[in-house]
């Protein structure tokens, strides 16, 4: 059987380890998906992580996605929990015990996971935010886990400095050539940071920021990531057209979309306020309207 990663080159298997966990989030996962076939420990794959400066993620997407994806399928089909989850493949890999404690957290509008999304616009263009098509591999197909609208988004943890927080959001989902070259852009991450928005999906709290970039930096051509792909600027002033064509964003997109014009319309007015706080669509419904 041929190798998938480079042999009698240090350098490039580095390279292709690192490649590999920004695009799976986790040593276990990139482990698994190359058959246990790569020979590396995880405390090397660790030192070879921290030698690139890679901010280590806070937990798989691919779970993330997993139990939003069928939350939705199970609101936008109307059936119970239970009667969906036995329709489930074998790659399902939320239990039916997660699934009705994510539930259970949503109708008690309390979130126990943290993420950190990003609104990224030219630092002259304010109106025009950055999205991607999600091409996270999914493990099945709900008709929303694959190829849907994002904001570069990613898990945090409570422990999390913001600044790396939102390094970690750059790393992953928006400058990954760079971070894999060693050659991050520099000087993008406010002093401070603090976000504008708390939107809750599902029960994970996101932290969405604001991120000003300079011209130079803020063409679609310097953009890339193992995540995402077809990144383009989507046009605030056209919310209403993509409110309508809802389905094509992944969850919790298009609030924070709202936030942040509302956001901005504060900002206009020289207003100060705290973050503001919204719920994405599905957990209103499931927390008011879905019954069991």
């Known amino acids: 059987m041929s190798e998938n990663y480079p042999i009698g080159n240090e350098k490039k298997f580095n390279e292709f380890l ?9 040593v276990d996962e990139v482990l698994r998906v190359n058959h246990f076939s790569i020979p590396v420990s995880y405390a090397n794959y660790q030192r070879i992580l921290d030698k ?14 997993e139990a939003i994806n069928f ?3 199970m609101v936008e089909d109307g059936i119970p929990l239970d009667k969906l989850y036995r329709k489930m493949p074998p790659s399902f890999m939320t239990s039916a015990v997660t699934l009705y404690r994510v539930l259970s957290y949503i109708k008690e509008g309390v979130t126990r996971r943290m993420g950190t999304a990003l609104i990224i616009s030219p630092e002259d263009k304010p109106n025009l935010i950055l999205s991607g098509t999600d091409v996270s ?16 988004m990613t898990f945090s943890r409570k422990r999390d400095s913001r600044e790396d927080a939102i390094k970690r959001v750059f790393q992953y989902e928006v400058f990954s050539q760079q971070a894999l070259n060693k050659k991050m852009p520099k000087n993008i991450i406010p002093p401070r940071p603090k976000p504008f928005l708390f939107l809750d999906i599902a029960d994970v709290r996101v932290e969405v920021f604001n991120i000003k970039l300079p011209t130079n930096i803020s063409k679609i051509k310097n ?3 193992f995540r995402l ?24 997109i298009i609030e924070a979309m709202k936030g942040y014009k509302k956001f901005l319309e504060l900002s206009r007015r020289n207003l100060k306020f705290n973050p503001l706080q919204y719920r994405s669509e599905l957990n209103y419904y499931l927390a008011d309207e879905y019954q069991e």
């Open 229 to 252: 792909e077809n990144f383009k600027y989507l046009d605030l002033y056209k919310l209403e057209d993509y409110q309508s064509e809802k389905n094509n964003f992944r969850a919790g």
């Open 52 to 65: 690139w400066g890679i901010i280590k993620a806070a937990g798989p997407n691919n779970k993330l996605s």
């Open 137 to 152: 591999a999914p493990r099945f197909e709900l008709g929303k886990a694959y190829r849907s609208i994002s904001l570069p």
């Open 71 to 73: 939350l939705y399928k």
């Open 223 to 225: 953009f890339s990531s």
């Open 18 to 26: 690192v490649k590999e966990y920004l695009k799976y989030g986790s």
